[in-house]
């Protein structure tokens, strides 16, 4: 039988994928630097953490590395009873993905039929619209107000659509702002009964601890998703992990990639955990980055917005002031973002650096801004 490509046609796509937008939901930076040609110096655009992983992580995870031929564990245990000890809670009320980003996936694809209406802030964490779009789910949006997740208005359009999900994340990205439990509580009462609400807490390690919602697993109406992308600096490893009732984790286990976070990353996740004097190190740091960003901010007539999170979002009044600041820090090899949607797109986004890389970004920025 003789092969006749040029006569082939490729099967359909299916409709869903056709007819979706060919965005991702962040750029980059390896890409940037390809298509500048230039290469990046100082990498505070990401909000991955400068001050790089707990030494008990990289011992655990070099260790690791000698076994990575094998698959790592499916079932995540060691992690998941490291994670039931510290939290209080139970091992069958923990799911283990590859970061945040793909538990989202799951968790849209769990929850949401095609057309099934799903409500976040406008301007808010785009990985989780991007798989809103992918599942066939519809987003509404509502305004942030004052730079704040509106939470009043959140459950107005949660109820006024009759949307299955509402998703939060608290501190927010790209903000930095934090709602307390109490806000939250009353926040969740107003919601329809069959709405689930997504707490994504990837920067929950930089909240003030007394504020924060406690853990109540007993809940089926809440999912709240962490990381160790952030505050343990393993962004790269792809590592996190999702808290939720048993009945909801179970019907993740059937959808989920069982064998998709390697030995490495799960060595490390536990060795982070274990380190609290590596936590406290960073968050610390990190606490002392962000009032020197405010400071800056102070001096040159612009606005830090109070940050939870390890970055803060500096408002310079106007989206073509903030355009063109990134675009004159690229030049200078420094990489911070811009939030895309209006009038979130008037902020630069800088990740708090190390005091080396502070020190540079500020004079960079002063520099910037005086031309
Ligand atoms: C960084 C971030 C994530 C991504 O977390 P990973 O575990 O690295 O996938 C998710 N949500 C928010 C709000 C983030 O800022």
Redesign the pocket.
Known sequence: MQKNLTNSTRPPFASLVRELPSVVPFVPPEALERQSGKKIQIRIG??ESTFGISPLAQKAMAEAVTEIHWYGDSECYDLRSELARIHQIRMDEIVI????????GLIVRAFLEPGDRVVSSLGG?P??NYHVAGFGAKLETVPYQNFMNDLDALAAKAVETGARMVYL?NP???TGTFHSARALEKFMDKLPKDCLLLL?E??IEFAPAAETLPLDLENPRIIR??????VYGM?GA???YALAEQEIIRAIDKIRNHFGVNRVAQAGAIASLQDTEFLRHVVQAVAEGRKEYEQLAKKLGFTAIPSH?NFVAIDVGCDQKAAAIREALFEKGIFIRVPQVAPLNRCLRVTVGTPEERRIFAQALEEVVSE
Do not use: H, Q
């Open positions: 990401a909000n993905g590859s970061g945040i980003d793909e538990l989202l964490y990985t989780f994340a927010d990205n790209p994504d990837a920067y998703t962490r990381t160790f992308s952030k962004a792809r590592i996190g999170t």
